[in-house]
């Protein structure tokens, strides 16, 4: 449940007009799971971990380029 940003939880909330006092709940670890699938098929995403941490790896070096060489 960590990994839900508040914003999101905020927005479903005022969509749904719950109470600020309501948290998602998947009630199970086997539901998260079976939740997620179904999100990834409707968005047409894979779940890739090896290539995630390739493509962030990237984008690390890069941002940590331009910071250690910032314009003057």
Do not use: F
Not at 18 to 38: F, N, Q, T, Y
């Amino acid at each position: 449940m960590d990994e839900i940003p508040e914003v999101v939880i905020d927005h479903v909330r005022r969509c749904l007009e719950l109470a600020e006092d309501v948290w998602p709940d998947h009630g199970s670890s086997r539901s998260a799971k079976a939740h997620r699938k179904l999100v990834r098929q409707r968005q047409g995403v894979k779940y890739d971990a090896g290539r995630a941490r390739a493509i962030a790896a990237v984008a690390i070096r890069k941002a940590a380029q331009a910071k250690n060489n910032p314009a003057t």
